[in-house]
DNA sequence: GCCCCTATGTTGACGTCGTTAAGTTGACAG
DNA sequence: CTGTCAACTTAACGACGTCAACATAGGGGC
């Protein structure tokens, strides 16, 4: 046997599972597998025997929750710091998008552990959308958005997280050579279409000549104000 | 033993493959749970033993890559059929939408397994996003929509897909009493936002005030034309 | 200084999983 | 009737999650 870990002293044992966390973390993030999260293999490269995890987690279900909490801790740290760095709500919000884009980009397999697992942590999960819910609110307020903000964050967050979770898991679809086209698109398409859908009437959906001709009037709008500026 | 399945005749051998395929997505819907699709207990609700499964498929990751491949075509199959009901471009690719997000959420365990794995079957996919640039490009054709329908359509599966994903892997999220509701804000979200975002130039973010105007104005445009009809 | 007690691990084992190699059976051709 | 070959079975291996039982170090009470 190879050389083995020193043990912790009496109430230092909490050490160990902060290792056992990060070595998990390492090992799926090295092999892009989740089932390369064994207990056997983390509790080695921990240098520790297999049954010493439990001491810690409650079993592998524990463990890998536990990963999942952190990068949910990471993920909300991002779009809190994206928001509050520009002051237009609008804009503000395009950028929560953008972030919460190139964080599952820049961590795939996290973000895959965290979205596709059949039991998700709810808890963290809320918090994070918690942030997103605080920039919508600020557009309500604004007045560019109308409505319920939790059922509008839950809209937007749908479609950026649909990008995310496309671009990680079918990268043989035709995408753009530059992935910022598509979340660019998307964030731009959310804006635009969760602003204009708030200040519609309900009733029904509008026929392919008349959205054209209501958008146009809207574009032109736009570049208009753009030039007064 | 209980009692076993008669033996095939030569020649006749595939039928097993598809009473297999049958059972394991059984067992998965059933259970609800990708983890008990186990070539034990696929074979023994089979009537056969373990190893027999791989006379017909190379091993389990086969196995369920042919579960995969029968949802993706059903879903094929769905976007078709909706597609084709409706002659209004536009119209079409909003039932487009929600037929998938409605397969979705009516195979949910199906849909996760689809979507959600590592490997996913690329060449289906292709397939089934094939029948969304179809739709698409009647959109673009008709003016009411601009740019490469490739990355239209992919921005707008993007959306649905995110829609169905969050609505099935995180329900502990403060959901509308009536899914529909979501699913229909996501729906018109994406219409609109598309249309507008392909009739505005690329260059700058508008802020709140502006996108405000722009999408008032659109706004009362279509309730305008509403009123004439 | 000694002892014992508890936190901190380890040993060994069980049942299940995917997978493989080798043996068996039964329907059909000749 | 007989041999052949597809269609299955038997038996086994290593890796996995989990658990019960055992070992050991370090610190507090006397």
Redesign the pocket.
């Known amino acids: 046997?190879e050389a083995?870990?020193a043990?912790?002293?009496?109430?230092?044992?909490?050490r160990?599972r902060e290792e056992i966390l990060r070595n998990a973390e390492q090992l799926l993030v090295e092999t892009g597998d989740e089932g390369a999260?064994?207990?056997?293999?983390v509790a080695q490269r921990t240098r520790?025997?297999?049954?010493?995890v439990?001491?810690h987690f409650s079993?592998?279900?524990a463990l890998i929750e536990a990963v999942c909490l952190r990068v949910w801790d990471e993920l909300g740290n991002r779009i809190r710091e994206a928001v509050g760095r520009v002051t237009d709500p609008l804009i503000a919000l395009g950028e929560c998008g953008r972030a919460y884009v190139h964080f599952a980009l820049d961590h795939p397999v996290q973000y895959r552990l965290l979205m596709m697992r059949p039991s998700a942590s709810t808890e963290a999960s809320k918090a994070c959308f918690g942030h997103m819910v605080n920039a919508v609110t600020a557009c309500v307020e604004s007045g560019v958005l109308q409505g319920n903000p939790d059922t509008l964050a839950l809209t937007m967050w749908t479609a950026v997280h649909g990008c995310a979770a496309l671009l990680i898991t079918q990268p043989a679809l035709p995408w753009p050579d530059d992935v910022n086209e598509i979340i660019d698109a998307t964030v731009r398409m959310v804006g635009f279409g969760a602003a204009l859908n708030t200040h519609l009437p309900r009733r029904r959906v509008p026929r392919s000549a008349e959205l054209l001709d209501g958008v146009t009037a809207a574009a032109e709008r736009l570049k208009a104000l753009g030039r007064k500026k």
């Open positions: 046997m083995r870990r043990r912790a002293r009496p109430g230092d044992g909490a160990l999260i064994t207990l056997r293999s520790v025997t297999t049954p010493s439990y001491l079993g592998k279900e």
